[in-house]
């Protein structure tokens, strides 16, 4: 069965940066799309940002509240999928979870096609790491 393992969380001070780590496991990794997630308190969880694989190797994704700041990375040699956070704001607390979708035969593995946006049904999951982003 995969595996998905969090780690880099933290706190950190509004402003700051913080570069979490998602290890991947039990998997042919370049088959699955590996996204960040995150669930901040009092909020539905979100999709952050998606790194695609197979076909799609290099296409990424990120939501409009990280663009610019966030920037994802997989490394199919390590079976690492990593996640560069920089000028980060209280609002960018909560757990942040990392997910595995496989990559069919229609459909990029991070978006739909046309709409572009997140798949909702990734499958695989970590148990999250958390990040706190004091003012």
């Known amino acids: 069965d995969g595996k998905l393992v969090e780690s880099g969380g933290g706190l950190v001070q509004a402003g700051g940066s913080l570069n979490l780590s998602c290890a991947v496991s039990?998997?042919?990794?370049?088959?699955?799309?590996i996204a960040w997630f995150r669930q901040s308190p009092g909020k539905e969880r979100e999709g952050v940002s998606c790194?695609?694989?197979?076909?799609?190797?290099?296409?990424?994704y990120y939501s409009d509240s990280v663009k610019g700041r966030f920037t994802i990375s997989r490394d199919n040699v390590r079976n690492i999928v990593d996640l560069q956070m920089s000028n980060l704001g209280p609002d960018d607390t909560g757990v942040y979870y990392c997910?595995?979708?496989?990559?069919?035969?229609?459909?990029?593995?991070?978006?739909?096609?046309?709409?572009?946006?997140?798949?909702?049904?990734?499958?695989?999951w970590g148990r999250g790491t958390q990040v706190i982003v004091s003012p």
């Open positions: 997910a595995a979708r496989f990559i069919g035969w229609t459909d990029p593995g991070c978006t739909t096609r046309g709409a572009g946006t997140l798949h909702d049904d990734f499958a695989t």
């Open positions: 039990g998997f042919s990794f370049d088959d699955y799309a």
């Open positions: 790194a695609d694989g197979a076909d799609y190797y290099g296409d990424k």
